[in-house]
């Protein structure tokens, strides 16, 4: 994954958003992790991976798979925020757990910690895990990416429309 590409794309974006809402001097942080935590529920309810309750199956892989890049808007948005942009590489060596459920709380977990902590170590620990919940739920670097760049561009249009 081309992580300078993403925050480039990522930065411009919360840029030209902070720009036309007026929002440069605001502390944008815990919105941005509240942002998170509700995109990553939203991607839960999308894989139904926790509705032991239900027959209904999990939505198209489309689907998910977009739900699962707003989370990767907001990762990246928090790394800029913090000031985490400029390393090349983001990967740590975690355990990865056996079911999405597990994964899902896990990176609950990893958002609580970086929300407290606002360290590096953290927030990687907090990428990665997202990361292997994409994977877990059938999405590789290639398609995570490409589907970023295309959300990226809608996200453009909504602020052009007045979303």
Partial sequence: MNY?????MQTGLDQHIETKHQLQAEDLFDRKVLALLVELGELANETRCFKFWSLKP????????EEFVDGVHFILSLGIEC????????????LKKESATEQFLFVFEQISKFRTSRSMEDYKKLFQAYLDLGELL?????ETEKAYMDKNEVNYQRQQDGY
């Fill in 83 to 94: 000031g985490f942009d400029q390393e090349n590489n983001y990967s740590v060596d975690l």
């Fill in 4 to 8: 300078r590409k993403l925050f480039d």
């Fill in 138 to 142: 059938g999405f590789n670097a290639e």
């Fill in 58 to 65: 999990s939505s198209p892989k489309e689907t998910v798979l």
